[in-house]
């Protein structure tokens, strides 16, 4: 069975700007390249990324980030079925992470999936059972 990961902003945003654990997401998007792993990212999380990238460096910047992340062997999943809204509402309401955090790590239960994160907010999910991480 092929891994699953799911990316969140502080992962993609360290790929992007090449800083620590940039290199095991370069892995975990290779893995994907090569068929040996699904890789998924809601679009909430991507939302964040790009919000950022316009706040710090403008629209057209923001743009172009959008238009190389889709170039990337990576599922882009859009879509809020009440499934994933009510998992979503669950986790955020049972700790303290963001509500786009939420997402992500809602995405990564709902697809089986490992959540591909630096960020410290989703150590409680990991004690907890409810996530599976991938630290880096």
């Known amino acids: 069975m092929r891994s699953r990961y799911v990316l969140d902003l502080y992962a993609l945003i360290a790929y992007l700007n090449d800083e620590e654990g940039a290199d095991e ?3 975990v998007l290779r893995e994907a390249a ?3 792993a699904e890789l998924f990212m809601h679009a ?3 939302g964040e990324v790009l919000y950022i990238a316009m706040r710090e460096e403008g629209e057209l910047e923001a743009l172009r980030i959008l238009g190389v992340v889709k170039g990337y062997p990576m599922e ?12 979503a509402a669950r986790l955020k ?6 509500y786009a955090d939420a997402f992500a790590a809602a995405t990564a239960a709902e697809k089986g999936a490992v959540l591909v994160t630096g960020d410290p ?4 999910l990991e004690e907890s059972g409810e996530i599976e991480v ?3």
């Open 121 to 124: 907010e989703f150590r409680e």
């Open 76 to 87: 882009i999943v859009d879509e809020i079925p009440e499934s994933l809204l009510l998992r």
């Open 25 to 27: 997401v370069e892995g």
């Open 134 to 136: 991938m630290w880096i």
């Open 93 to 98: 309401g049972a700790y303290k992470i963001s």
């Open 34 to 36: 090569r068929g040996e």
């Open 44 to 46: 909430v999380n991507l």
